[in-house]
């Protein structure tokens, strides 16, 4: 009797593995080149997330008590959101004297797919600005700056990768036009 229980647990500890969804959604790859000409965007190469079951579930066992919640589709209780960063996503070579007054903003593109992760992120948000290791000159400086981006609604992605636009902006604290 306690062997079947314990070979019950394991089957469902297995079926709820197999059954987990693995997405992958957007953490950093290659950093972006040091930018030549002044006030032009360089980005990584292609920055990926990848999102572990764990992320969306709030726990990755499941357990069955009877033969009826053995044999039942596994429900599963996600979490309401995941973070992740991208913390060195752009550089940008910008004059020395406006370094101080520079400010990024990011905006999440929605896609037509309503399964895409990316348009269930209700934050984009700097990680900040600062300079950059890049060789400049007396007149320049090269900045860089990440994202931070919060995905909420977890339980609607499924299995795949998804791909998703972000939209940069770099201005001076004192205007929002991009630079």
């Known amino acids: 009797m306690n062997c079947q229980r314990k070979l019950k647990k394991y089957v469902v500890v297995i079926a709820v593995l197999l059954a987990l969804p693995q997405p992958q959604a957007l953490a950093d790859s290659a950093p972006p080149s040091c930018p030549v000409d002044s006030y032009e965007l360089s980005f990584s190469s292609s920055p990926t997330i990848a999102l572990k ?3 969306l579930l709030v726990s990755e066992k499941g357990f069955a008590t009877t033969q009826q919640e053995l044999l039942a589709s596994p429900s599963f209780i996600y979490n309401s959101s995941t973070t992740r960063e991208i913390s060195l996503l752009w550089r940008m070579r910008v004059k020395t004297e406006d370094v101080s007054s520079l400010k990024a903003k990011y905006t999440l ?3 037509s797919d309503k399964l895409n992760p990316f348009n269930n992120a209700s934050k984009a948000e700097s990680l900040g600005i600062t300079q950059s290791s890049c060789p400049g000159d007396n007149q320049t ?3 860089e700056g990440g994202v931070r981006l919060t995905i909420n609604n977890l ?3 499924g299995k795949g990768e998804y791909f998703g636009q972000l939209k940069v902006c770099i201005s ?3 205007s929002n036009e991009c630079l």
Do not use: A, E
Request: proline share 13%.
């Open 53 to 55: 079951p764990l992320d």
């Open 109 to 111: 593109i929605p896609t």
């Open 141 to 143: 400086t090269v900045v």
């Open 155 to 157: 339980s609607t992605i």
């Open 172 to 174: 001076r604290q004192d």
